[in-house]
């Protein structure tokens, strides 16, 4: 598997995400929601509160993005391709795909 994202973040790296999120998700949206990466990566996963993080109101039109504990993706190979000629090929692209996500993620939290 191919795998990034922020994974068991500090408080503050999350809060500097979800306060990303809460003030403009809209290209961190135009990342997520695009084929290549839904190609690749499906979906964001990782962790969520049950509740809504405290400070943002349960309304939030990005609610569900900002219950993330966690934020990573990841794309799976079965074992043929990991051994095929090729997969220096799939790697590449998956990384490739990859890159918008982890360039937002060091954006917003690295300060």
């Known amino acids: 598997m191919i795998a990034g994202g922020l994974w068991e973040p500090t408080p503050e790296q999350l809060s500097r995400f979800r306060q990303a999120i809460s003030r403009d998700a809209g290209s961190f949206r ?3 929601d695009s084929a290549l990466f839904k190609r690749h990566f499906g979906q964001v996963t990782g962790d969520k509160l049950k509740t809504v993080p405290q400070g943002y109101p349960a309304d939030h039109p990005e609610i569900e993005l900002l219950r993330y504990k966690q934020v990573c993706v990841m794309e799976k190979f079965d074992d043929d391709s990991v051994v095929s000629p090729k997969f220096e ?6 990384l490739k795909s990859m890159k918008p996500f982890i360039d937002y993620l060091n954006r917003v939290v690295v300060a």
């Open 30 to 32: 135009k990342i997520i």
């Open 89 to 94: 090929a799939l790697a590449l692209e998956s």
